[in-house]
């Protein structure tokens, strides 16, 4: 699935198959009332859309990690015979590995999924995704596409192009991370973009 937007905001807007109404849980498909103050098209009236971290997914990649460290452990205590045999410290070493793995899961992922925080936020400025600190201002994005993050593809990713560069620089927002279907959610951003560009249009001499 690929999104792409060329040439100035004042061009007419791409008619995209996904532009429809996406079923993501827990936001707002309110973008407000678009109003014109002073020449200048304001930002305010869109509505912010947030998305909450995906609990379900790393509740799972913590049990198959722990399932893991427990394979690593029971072999690490059936075949070790003497403390100085390199095998027991080659599995030590691999479970502190996974257990720290687990470790930065709770802390990065299921503690803000379980207090309900925001991990994706759409402003009528700019995208951030929180985890990783980015921000990315709309009027800067030139493609949005989906891509596997694994030979399975049942981990996606949104790969973002910037075009404000001399050379195109790409931004990954693993939606592993997030709460709802990936096509969802690449069908929110892009509605939400569309949204501004449809603005930007109107009011050319706008913020945007």
Known sequence: MIFRLSGSVSQRPLHHPLHVAARVP?????????TYIRNQFDLTAMTTETFLYNKKSTVQT?????????????????????VSDPYLWIMIVLDLGVFTYILYLYTMRLRPAMQQETVLELTPAELVFKPKNITIPWKTIGDIETKAANRSGTQQY???????TAETKHVR???????????????????????TR????????GNL
Do not use: C, Q
């Open 62 to 82: 913590m049990l198959i990690s722990a399932g893991f460290m427990a394979v690593i452990t029971y072999n690490m205590i059936a075949h070790t015979k003497a």
């Open 198 to 205: 449809k603005a930007a249009e109107k009011y050319p001499r």
């Open 173 to 195: 927002i693993d939606l592993d991370w997030i709460a709802g279907d990936p096509a969802d959610i690449y069908t929110a951003v892009v509605n939400y973009l569309y949204e």
């Open 158 to 164: 949104l790969d973002i192009a910037l075009s404000d």
């Open 26 to 34: 827990r936001r707002s498909r309110d973008f407000g009332k678009i």
